[in-house]
């Protein structure tokens, strides 16, 4: 079955309290390395046929993201993408 990712961030300019607290206890598992920490979210679709790619940017534009504070990027999921277990 195809398979869209749609990634949503908040925009740079829009502060990331989740990211700071993340960034901010890092230090405590002793990571220093890291500047920051933006926290957003991947949604997957699965398509019974061919999806269309410019729909689900419109999809993503009116229901999965908030334009105004946040930036999405929409993609075919590779077949060599494999997910990282936790």
Known sequence: MPRVVVDVMLKPEILDPQGQAVAN????????????????????????GEPDLDRVREL???????????????????ADESAVPS
Not at 25 to 48: Q, Y
Not at 60 to 78: H, W
């Open 60 to 78: 993503a534009d009116k229901l999965l993201a908030n334009p105004v504070i946040e930036d999405f990027t929409v993609r075919l999921a590779g």
């Open 25 to 48: 206890a890092l230090p405590s598992l002793g990571v220093d390395d890291v500047a920051s920490v933006r926290i957003g979210r991947r949604i997957e679709l699965e398509f019974t």
